[in-house]
């Protein structure tokens, strides 16, 4: 599944921004799509992420400020990110499982300026 990621770039913090995400033609039967992201020096950490039936996961730090949703006819995820702080700098990745498989799009870089 390829995926195909656009949005990012330098926002303030207390800001908001949106990452959106959709998998080529290939993508069908996908479980979940979501975001991971990796700041510089840590590993890649869950973002959030919601499978087909709908059920959503989100990490700690990110709880009440964030939403995922998806488009299922477009194959699209997208993250509403709100309340930005600059610790939410990070490279942001779209994920994605497909019959027991995962797939990772490129990256976008989101950077919150204090």
């Known amino acids: 599944v390829q995926l195909q990621a656009s949005g990012g770039g330098l926002v303030q913090a207390g800001g908001s921004t949106r990452l959106s995400c959709t998998a080529a033609?290939?993508?069908?039967?996908?479980?979940?799509m979501g975001w991971y992201r990796q700041a510089p020096g840590t590993e890649r950490e869950l973002v959030a992420t919601?499978?087909?039936?709908?059920?959503?996961n989100y990490g700690e730090d990110v709880k009440g400020r964030f939403t995922v949703s998806r488009d299922y006819a477009q194959r699209m995820v997208t993250l509403q990110m709100s309340s930005l702080k600059s610790e939410d700098t990070a490279v942001y990745y779209c994920?994605?499982?497909?019959?027991?498989?995962?797939?990772w799009g490129q990256g976008t870089l989101v950077t919150v300026s204090s």
């Open positions: 033609e290939n993508g069908a039967m996908i479980h979940v």
């Open positions: 994920y994605a499982t497909r019959l027991g498989r995962t797939f």
């Open positions: 919601m499978s087909s039936d709908g059920t959503t």
